[in-house]
């Protein structure tokens, strides 16, 4: 890949960082109602989604490294 190409995965993912955890977030405030199962999916759907976050932040931070080195 170019280094161009890469640059733009690594900020496409740390969007995605942000997105992920602004996801977790509404899915958790949005998707809970007034049932203890539906506030406990909810919880657990939203801690799910939340934990995508990290992930995308290294990808991010791979493919900048990746990115530098071909430069």
């Not at 995965?9 to 997105?19: Q, Y």
């Not at 998707?31 to 203890?36: I, K, L, N, R």
Request: hydrophobic residues 45%; proline residues 1%; contains cysteine.
């Amino acid at each position: 890949m170019k280094s161009s190409q890469l640059k733009l995965l690594s900020n496409a993912c740390f969007v995605l960082g942000f997105a992920s955890i602004v996801g977790s977030i509404a899915i958790w405030y949005f998707t809970g109602g007034s049932d203890v199962d539906h506030q406990a999916h909810a919880e657990r759907f939203g801690i799910f989604v939340g934990l995508w976050a990290p992930t995308f932040f290294i990808l991010s931070n791979r493919f900048d490294r990746y990115s530098e080195k071909q430069t």
